[in-house]
Protein backbone atom coordinates (compact mmCIF):
# COMPACT_ATOMS: atom_id res chain seq x y z
CA UNK A 1 0.00 0.00 0.00
CA UNK A 2 1.47 3.39 -1.02
CA UNK A 3 1.14 6.15 1.74
CA UNK A 4 -1.26 8.59 0.38
CA UNK A 5 0.86 11.56 1.04
CA UNK A 6 3.62 10.21 -1.72
CA UNK A 7 0.63 9.09 -4.06
CA UNK A 8 -0.27 12.70 -4.22
CA UNK A 9 3.05 14.19 -4.51
CA UNK A 10 3.75 11.61 -7.68
CA UNK A 11 0.44 12.18 -9.14
CA UNK A 12 1.24 16.02 -8.71
CA UNK A 13 5.02 15.51 -10.43
CA UNK A 14 3.36 13.47 -12.99
CA UNK A 15 0.84 16.27 -14.25
CA UNK A 16 3.23 18.54 -14.08
CA UNK A 17 5.24 16.98 -16.45
CA UNK A 18 2.60 16.15 -18.22
CA UNK A 19 1.38 20.06 -18.90
CA UNK A 20 4.94 20.63 -20.11
CA UNK A 21 5.59 21.01 -23.67
CA UNK A 22 2.78 18.70 -24.46
CA UNK A 23 0.56 19.00 -27.46
CA UNK A 24 -1.75 16.28 -27.38
CA UNK A 25 -3.74 16.61 -23.68
CA UNK A 26 -6.32 13.88 -24.84
CA UNK A 27 -5.42 10.01 -25.10
CA UNK A 28 -7.97 10.20 -28.14
CA UNK A 29 -5.79 12.51 -30.20
CA UNK A 30 -2.47 10.77 -29.33
CA UNK A 31 -4.09 7.18 -30.41
CA UNK A 32 -5.56 8.81 -33.65
CA UNK A 33 -2.19 10.55 -34.14
CA UNK A 34 0.05 6.94 -33.32
CA UNK A 35 -2.42 5.50 -35.66
CA UNK A 36 -1.35 7.52 -38.21
CA UNK A 37 2.08 7.26 -38.32
CA UNK A 38 4.38 4.60 -40.59
CA UNK A 39 5.20 1.57 -39.10
CA UNK A 40 8.83 1.43 -37.71
CA UNK A 41 11.19 -1.42 -38.54
CA UNK A 42 11.41 -3.78 -35.64
CA UNK A 43 14.96 -4.39 -36.18
CA UNK A 44 17.51 -1.83 -37.33
CA UNK A 45 19.27 -3.40 -40.48
CA UNK A 46 22.75 -3.59 -38.66
CA UNK A 47 24.50 -4.13 -42.22
CA UNK A 48 23.85 -0.39 -43.38
CA UNK A 49 27.15 1.97 -42.71
CA UNK A 50 26.55 3.51 -38.84
CA UNK A 51 26.03 7.13 -39.71
CA UNK A 52 25.13 7.37 -42.84
CA UNK A 53 22.72 8.61 -44.97
CA UNK A 54 21.18 5.06 -45.93
CA UNK A 55 21.27 4.00 -42.58
CA UNK A 56 19.25 7.75 -41.30
CA UNK A 57 16.57 7.02 -43.83
CA UNK A 58 16.25 3.23 -43.41
CA UNK A 59 16.39 3.45 -39.17
CA UNK A 60 16.54 6.29 -38.16
CA UNK A 61 13.73 8.79 -39.70
CA UNK A 62 10.93 6.86 -39.21
CA UNK A 63 11.56 6.92 -35.77
CA UNK A 64 11.86 10.80 -35.74
CA UNK A 65 8.75 10.31 -37.73
CA UNK A 66 6.69 8.79 -35.43
CA UNK A 67 8.24 10.62 -31.93
CA UNK A 68 9.62 13.80 -32.83
CA UNK A 69 7.91 15.47 -36.13
CA UNK A 70 4.50 16.83 -34.62
CA UNK A 71 6.61 18.88 -32.31
CA UNK A 72 9.53 19.31 -34.70
CA UNK A 73 8.91 19.19 -38.45
CA UNK A 74 6.99 20.95 -40.64
CA UNK A 75 3.90 22.03 -37.95
CA UNK A 76 5.41 22.89 -35.16
CA UNK A 77 8.71 23.96 -34.57
CA UNK A 78 9.78 23.76 -31.19
CA UNK A 79 13.04 25.17 -29.85
CA UNK A 80 13.65 25.89 -33.99
CA UNK A 81 14.67 21.99 -34.02
CA UNK A 82 12.83 20.50 -37.16
CA UNK A 83 13.88 16.59 -38.24
CA UNK A 84 12.10 16.79 -41.58
CA UNK A 85 14.74 19.26 -42.92
CA UNK A 86 17.20 16.04 -44.20
CA UNK A 87 17.42 15.52 -47.80
CA UNK A 88 20.72 13.91 -48.47
CA UNK A 89 24.32 13.43 -47.49
CA UNK A 90 25.80 17.08 -47.19
CA UNK A 91 22.19 17.91 -45.09
CA UNK A 92 23.25 15.76 -41.90
CA UNK A 93 26.75 17.78 -42.21
CA UNK A 94 25.04 20.91 -42.66
CA UNK A 95 22.38 20.44 -39.43
CA UNK A 96 24.37 18.53 -37.67
CA UNK A 97 23.91 21.03 -34.76
CA UNK A 98 20.22 19.44 -34.45
CA UNK A 99 21.52 15.93 -33.78
CA UNK A 100 24.19 17.22 -31.02
CA UNK A 101 21.64 18.90 -29.26
CA UNK A 102 18.79 15.52 -29.66
CA UNK A 103 21.67 12.83 -28.37
CA UNK A 104 22.02 15.02 -25.17
CA UNK A 105 18.30 15.32 -24.69
CA UNK A 106 17.65 11.57 -25.29
CA UNK A 107 20.68 10.64 -23.29
CA UNK A 108 18.90 12.85 -20.28
CA UNK A 109 15.21 11.69 -21.25
CA UNK A 110 14.01 14.56 -22.10
CA UNK A 111 12.47 14.24 -25.21
CA UNK A 112 9.87 12.92 -26.09
CA UNK A 113 8.32 14.99 -23.21
CA UNK A 114 7.06 12.62 -20.54
CA UNK A 115 3.92 12.25 -21.47
CA UNK A 116 4.54 11.69 -25.56
CA UNK A 117 4.50 8.62 -26.61
CA UNK A 118 8.21 7.23 -26.09
CA UNK A 119 10.97 5.31 -28.55
CA UNK A 120 11.32 1.63 -27.28
CA UNK A 121 14.79 0.68 -26.30
CA UNK A 122 15.69 -0.72 -29.18
CA UNK A 123 14.84 2.15 -30.75
CA UNK A 124 16.20 4.64 -28.74
CA UNK A 125 19.50 2.31 -28.82
CA UNK A 126 18.91 2.71 -32.61
CA UNK A 127 18.72 6.65 -32.33
CA UNK A 128 21.96 7.29 -30.18
CA UNK A 129 23.66 4.58 -31.62
CA UNK A 130 23.33 6.43 -35.10
CA UNK A 131 24.19 9.96 -33.87
CA UNK A 132 26.93 9.00 -32.11
CA UNK A 133 28.39 7.12 -35.11
CA UNK A 134 27.35 10.58 -37.32
CA UNK A 135 29.46 12.82 -34.57
CA UNK A 136 32.20 10.57 -35.23
CA UNK A 137 31.85 11.00 -39.09
CA UNK A 138 31.81 14.82 -38.51
CA UNK A 139 34.67 14.98 -35.84
CA UNK A 140 36.75 12.95 -38.40
CA UNK A 141 36.51 15.14 -41.03
CA UNK A 142 36.95 18.14 -39.25
CA UNK A 143 40.35 17.13 -38.40
CA UNK A 144 41.38 16.05 -41.40
CA UNK A 145 40.09 19.64 -43.15
C1 LIG B 1 5.03 17.26 -27.50
C2 LIG B 1 6.00 17.97 -28.23
C3 LIG B 1 7.40 17.41 -28.37
C4 LIG B 1 7.80 16.18 -28.84
C5 LIG B 1 6.95 15.02 -29.24
C6 LIG B 1 9.23 16.22 -28.89
N1 LIG B 1 9.68 17.44 -28.46
FE1 LIG B 1 11.61 18.09 -28.44
N2 LIG B 1 11.01 19.90 -27.67
C7 LIG B 1 9.71 20.24 -27.36
C8 LIG B 1 9.71 21.54 -26.72
C9 LIG B 1 8.46 22.26 -26.20
C10 LIG B 1 11.05 21.98 -26.68
C11 LIG B 1 11.58 23.29 -26.12
C12 LIG B 1 11.50 23.37 -24.63
C13 LIG B 1 12.29 22.33 -23.93
O1 LIG B 1 13.50 22.21 -24.19
O2 LIG B 1 11.69 21.60 -23.13
C14 LIG B 1 11.84 20.93 -27.29
C15 LIG B 1 13.21 20.98 -27.47
C16 LIG B 1 13.95 20.01 -28.11
C17 LIG B 1 15.34 20.15 -28.48
C18 LIG B 1 16.19 21.39 -28.26
C19 LIG B 1 17.05 21.27 -27.03
C20 LIG B 1 18.05 22.40 -26.98
O3 LIG B 1 19.12 22.17 -26.42
O4 LIG B 1 17.76 23.49 -27.50
C21 LIG B 1 15.72 18.98 -29.06
C22 LIG B 1 17.09 18.64 -29.62
C23 LIG B 1 14.57 18.10 -29.07
N3 LIG B 1 13.51 18.77 -28.49
C24 LIG B 1 14.57 16.82 -29.57
C25 LIG B 1 13.45 15.99 -29.63
C26 LIG B 1 13.49 14.64 -30.11
C27 LIG B 1 14.73 13.91 -30.60
C28 LIG B 1 12.21 14.17 -30.04
C29 LIG B 1 11.70 12.81 -30.41
C30 LIG B 1 12.42 11.67 -29.92
C31 LIG B 1 11.38 15.25 -29.51
N4 LIG B 1 12.19 16.32 -29.26
C32 LIG B 1 10.02 15.17 -29.32
C33 LIG B 1 8.60 19.49 -27.61
C34 LIG B 1 8.59 18.19 -28.13
Same mark, same amino acid.
Request: with cysteine.
Given at each position: MIPPGLLAVSLAALLTACTHGSSHGSPAVQTAH??? +???? !??? !? &??? =???? #????? +???? &? !?? =???? $??? $?????? #? &?NGIRFDLFTDEESLHTRIDTFNKAIVMLYASKMPPPCEYQPTQTELNALVGWIAARQKIEATAAVAR
Open positions: AAA +QPAV !PAA !P &EAT =LPPG #SWVAF +QRNI &E !PI =LARY $CFH $CHGPDR #S &E
